[in-house]
């Protein structure tokens, strides 16, 4: 088996609330691989419970150069599978705990993007005393899950035009900063 072959799918899992652009991101990720030559699918399992509704959207790619070589042609999954993701992007902390939960994060294969942005679910908002779940344990749950890579998406979102700057180190993302937010 020589490496096109033994090619796998990029496997992307982008957890995100009603609202918050998970679809738009996802449909961004699709039109950049296809135009860079991937063959790219999106599936989608929108949420309607609790704090406007979870959305969970998987994308997978695979380079069309390899796809030609295979036999067969690759088959792409329509849903994450745990322990075998690359990249999960959550935009709030709480998805973030709920990725880890799933198995979808694993500290050999993903790299992880984590918004610490919280938005509280309904049990922690009924509760009679303080319900909220704490946001440092959530926070270090992920950490000890991957290496992560921890951005507001709200802080991001104040930018009208944000400067990222990438620093990688190894073939995760080590650092990320955005103009005018460090």
């Not at 104040?158 to 073939?171: D, K, R, W």
């Amino acid at each position: 088996m020589n490496d096109v072959t033994a090619q796998r799918p990029i496997t992307i899992a982008i957890l995100a609330m009603g609202g918050e652009g998970g679809g738009v991101l996802a449909e961004w990720i699709v039109d950049v691989a296809e135009h860079s030559g991937y063959i790219a699918q999106m599936t989608s399992v929108p949420g309607v419970a609790q704090r406007t509704g979870a959305t969970n959207y998987y994308v997978e790619l695979f380079p069309k150069h390899g796809a030609k070589a295979n036999s067969p042609a690759p088959v792409l999954g329509l849903t994450p599978i745990p322990g075998d993701v690359d990249i999960v992007i959550a935009s709030e902390l709480m998805e973030a705990g709920r990725a880890v939960q799933r198995g979808l994060v694993t500290p050999d294969r993903t790299t992880f993007i984590v918004s610490t942005n919280r938005v509280y679910a309904m049990t922690e908002r009924i509760a009679l005393a303080d319900g909220r779940v704490d946001s440092a344990a959530l926070l270090e749950g992920c950490k000890s899950a991957a290496k992560p890579l921890a951005v507001s998406y709200r802080r991001l979102r104040s930018f009208s035009s944000a400067f990222i700057t990438i620093q990688s180190n190894s073939p995760r993302i080590s650092f990320v900063s955005f103009a005018g937010s460090m």
